[in-house]
């Protein structure tokens, strides 16, 4: 099939889902065109049946806001058309649903190019809900030609804030397993932490809804038991505060801020517990990703993680901002090897056997498949 893929081209676990499910699609054979206004992170433009168009929004004295989501719609209708694509698939729904909507409305007399959209988390948990998005994003929902979210809870979420009463797909969020897998323990060589210390790690975009200075805090509560490093990796809003607090709880020589990471794969084997203490996640990426490293996650019990984590079997799901319970699991992964290696285990085991690209890759296509049979 001819695809068309636009998302985020940022950091930020929509974008990494787009590009990974492109380059997945890539691989089985798909032509897959990336209609974004940069180059997504994480993308291999040299790959035979990957083409990227990027997106220009042409400014003007009187455009106080450039109209990014026009010139979107204008250059998925120009690509969609020129290369014959057989759909759009936009992923989080503001306000890419929208320009794929005006873009199949540009085409309508000349050909049909259906879109689907894939819901992702803040689209509908924060940002969709915002009274000023609210219609127009509840609009883009109703007019894409297949709907789908990354966890049962996203669903669930979209169908009570939007009322929204077709079909929306379940199709989760997928891992790699033969790039994301565990580092061999004599190959685990740390170049950030101290020899032997134990390693946690925290991988996000840093934005509020993280809760990034949980991170430091537990560090801090570990630390007062046992020997540890903490790498954070990503960047965003809260890194500043997070190295602050760092420094104020005197944790700062045990903690390493290492910024935007694009092989993350390279990096989470060296952990040896991964944190993600978030006030919501619908979903959980860098926990998948970490478990299939065969990393244990310590996360909170909210949204989509409940979907991904089994607490007690292959990791552990504790209250938003209950630092003593994050800290005291974590202490136990630490100081328990056979609990580690118990827990890391199932965690692999959950990736390969429940989110593994050669599991849920299919059923995008099919998804694909239904689409464009109307
Ligand atoms: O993380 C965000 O702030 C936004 C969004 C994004 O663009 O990355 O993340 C959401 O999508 C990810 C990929 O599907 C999910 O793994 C995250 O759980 C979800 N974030 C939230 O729900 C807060």
Redesign the pocket.
């Known amino acids: 099939m001819k695809i068309g893929i636009t998302c ?1 081209p940022t950091y ?4 990494i ?1 787009a590009t990974e499910l492109g380059l997945e699609l890539a691989s089985r054979g798909h032509e897959v065109h990336f209609i974004t206004y940069d180059n997504p992170i994480r993308l291999d433009p040299s790959h035979p049946h990957i083409l990227y168009h990027e997106v220009e929004v042409p400014t003007y004295p009187l455009f106080h806001f450039p109209p990014y989501t026009l010139a979107l719609a204008s250059r998925m209708a120009e690509v969609a058309e020129r290369y014959s694509l057989d759909l759009l698939h936009v992923h ?1 729904a503001i306000p890419h649903s929208i320009s794929a909507f005006l873009a199949r409305e540009i085409l309508a007399v000349r050909c049909r190019v259906p879109f689907i959209t894939t819901l ?3 689209d509908i ?1 924060f940002v969709g809900a915002e009274p000023s998005y609210f219609p127009i994003t509840k609009l883009g929902m109703e007019k894409s030609d297949g709907l789908t979210a ?1 966890s049962e809870y996203l669903r669930n979420e979209t169908v009570r804030v939007f009322g929204i009463e077709r079909e929306i797909r379940v199709i989760r ?1 997928f891992v790699n397993c033969e790039i994301y897998r565990p580092a061999r323990k004599d190959a685990r060589q740390n170049p950030y932490a101290p020899p032997g210390v134990k390693v946690l790690m925290h991988l996000s ?1 840093f ?1 509020p ?1 993280k809760r990034v200075q949980d991170c430091i805090r537990i560090l801090a509560e570990v630390l007062r038991r046992t020997p540890a490093f903490l790498l954070m990796v990503g960047d965003g809003p809260e890194r500043g505060p997070a190295e602050q607090l760092a420094r104020e709880l005197g944790v700062d020589q045990h903690v390493a801020f290492l910024g935007k990471q694009n092989q993350v794969h390279r990096l989470i084997p060296l952990a040896d517990v991964m944190l993600l203490p ?1 006030r ?6 860098a926990v998948l990703e970490g478990m299939a490293c065969g990393v244990p996650p310590v996360a909170t019990r909210v ?2 993680l409940t979907e991904l984590v089994t607490h007690g079997v292959d990791g552990f799901l504790e209250p938003v901002g209950d630092i003593e319970a994050q800290a005291a699991r974590v202490l136990e992964l630490l100081t328990d090897e056979e609990l580690h290696s118990r827990i890391a285990a199932a965690a692999r085991y959950t990736a390969l056997s429940r989110f593994c690209t050669s599991l849920v890759i299919p059923m995008y296509e099919e998804y694909y498949r239904q689409v464009c049979a109307g």
Not at 280 to 285: A, D, I, K, N, T
């Open positions: 985020y930020g676990g929509s974008g889902v989080y992702h988390g803040t948990t990354v969020n975009n934005r809804v978030s919501l996640e619908s979903f959980g990426l949204g989509g």
